[in-house]
């Protein structure tokens, strides 16, 4: 790897059902569905080319259950980044996210180095009458654990503060090349507020290229990787691939 292109990995944690690919799907492609598929995990790459310095992000879409403890051991012990799922309509699913906390902090002793958001999903119902997680409760947890900045309520659905989520993250960023994305999330979220969401096809290809073709790459597993780096070819010469390593 050329010393100026970095790789960084932010992985996405949290129980089933939850809306993981929700948000990935609506920051990545500004789409949403309300069909469930369970996900097993989808690796999605975007490169960025910011004044001349190549930074590939990987968005990790991990597993909503616990039949495959060695993936997520293997996805939490690679992550630059956590971002922490749960629903606000699900007790358990909070339990959950406390839990995988305690697992990141028990397998990576730079836990305080990284950064982590931890969103609770399905905002969109606090108006519908259903119970949701208590925020206090909530609240109070993060703030024991010093995630009291790191914690937030989102609706992939309507999406609601998606754009936030990864300000947030790029905030706490040490490294000077991921800290470059930042004003290309800041315009984005600028035309957000300036209520141009019919044209957010439009944003994403701003975000992804304006300032040097950033591309979404294909969702790949992790089960399907081997021990050789794999290239997806394109037969552009102008393209940056995503590799896979």
Known sequence: MAEDEQRHRLVVLGAGGVGKSSIIARFLKGTFTDTYKPTVEDLHCRDYDVNGSLIKVDVLDTAGN????????????????????????????????????????????????????VVGNKADLQSSGVVLVSRADSMDW???????????EVSAKEDQSIVTIFQRLLEQAKLPAMRKLEPLLKRRMSAKDRHLSPHRSNLLKQVGEGEGGGKLGRSRSLMRRSSKPKVKHTGDPNRNDCVIC
Do not use: Y
């Open 66 to 117: 616990l039949e495959f403890p060695a993936m997520r051991r293997l996805s939490i012990s690679t992550a630059h980044a956590f971002l922490l799922v749960f629903a606000l309509d699900n007790e358990d699913s909070f339990t959950e996210v406390k839990a995988l906390w305690e697992q990141i902090k028990e397998q990576r002793t730079n836990f305080k180095d990284l950064p982590c958001v």
């Open 142 to 152: 993060a703030s024991s654990h010093g995630l009291q900045n790191a914690f937030m």
